[in-house]
């Protein structure tokens, strides 16, 4: 099979050549569960899903899932695979690699931090405002 092209809103046009890059990909596990690859592309065709918005450590899934989609005769959503927030090692922050909690105690000063990662202004005033704010920001931006 050909390469798999598909457009990313923010990383622009992608492509991977799933046999070379990847290979063979299980679609069900050794315990009879089937495999995330299989599973999100139904639950997604189930749920009438548009629009995938992830983040950017799972852009190469996407070509498996678009191949899925297509033997399966299933529609493919719009992808957007946002920035990842980066430790000093360079790494994702995430419980797997011990990433300390947020801290709740200021939401706004945490959430408008996560906000410049995405891209967005800061914001100020009250928690629900600021929300707004971004939600037309994000909207303005990628839809």
């Known amino acids: 099979m050909a390469s798999v092209q598909w457009l990313d809103r923010r990383l622009g046009w992608q492509s991977q050549d ?3 890059e990847v290979g063979d990909f299980i679609l069900k596990r050794a315990d009879g569960c089937f495999a995330y690859q299989l599973a999100v592309v139904v639950d997604d065709a189930a749920q009438g899903i548009t629009d995938v ?3 950017a450590d799972l852009a190469d899934n ?3 899932q ?3 989609q297509r033997a399966l005769g299933l ?3 719009r992808y957007l695979h946002t920035p990842l927030v980066l430790g000093p ?5 995430s419980k797997q690699n011990g990433a300390q909690a947020l801290d709740t105690t200021q939401p706004l000063a945490t959430l408008n931090a996560a906000a ?3 891209g967005l202004a800061a914001a100020s005033g009250a ?3 600021a929300l707004g704010q971004w939600v037309t920001q994000w909207r303005g931006q990628w839809l």
């Open 66 to 68: 678009i191949m899925l």
């Open 62 to 64: 996407t070509a498996r």
């Open 75 to 77: 529609p493919t959503p």
């Open 18 to 20: 799933v046999a070379l």
């Open 127 to 129: 928690v629900a405002d």
């Open 116 to 118: 410049r990662v995405l």
């Open 89 to 93: 090692d360079g790494h994702k922050l």
């Open 53 to 55: 918005v992830r983040g």
